[in-house]
């Protein structure tokens, strides 16, 4: 499966932001899917990550409250809306796609993701 993100950009602390990821070729539905993000000089850090089915998913601590991550299995594309955004929020930001779909529970864990998008860029600065 191929992975294009896209809808990063430059927005003031206490904005909001939309991400968005196409999956192209494979079976969308056969995968979980989750964002991550490095910042410069940091190594790559879990944000969200959804089921195969829209179930359960899981949040960093730092995004709890903050982030919404979901899937729209017709159209192959998995959103991060993000809301209250922090300078520290800046980074760049990728989605990836868990082959393993038989995980009752999602990964947090960049290792588990098979395939990856080329990441889109969020800036927050005033």
């Known amino acids: 499966v191929q992975l294009q993100a896209s809808g990063g950009g430059l927005v003031q602390p206490g904005g909001s932001l939309t991400l968005s990821c196409q999956a192209s070729?494979?079976?969308?539905?056969?995968?979980?899917m989750g964002w991550f993000r490095q910042a410069p000089g940091q190594e790559r850090e879990f944000v969200a990550a959804i089921p195969w089915n829209g179930g359960r998913t899981l949040y960093h601590d730092s995004m709890r409250g903050r982030a919404t991550i979901t899937r729209d299995n017709a159209k192959k594309t998995v959103f991060l809306q993000m809301n209250s955004l922090k300078p520290e929020d800046t980074a760049v930001y990728y989605c990836?796609?868990?082959?393993?779909?038989?995980?009752?529970?999602?990964?947090?864990?960049?290792?588990?993701?098979?395939?990856w998008g080329q990441g889109t860029l969020v800036t927050v600065s005033s």
């Open positions: 070729g494979g079976t969308f539905n056969n995968y979980n």
């Open positions: 990836a796609a868990d082959q393993n779909a038989a995980r009752t529970i999602v990964s947090v864990t960049w290792l588990s993701y098979d395939y």
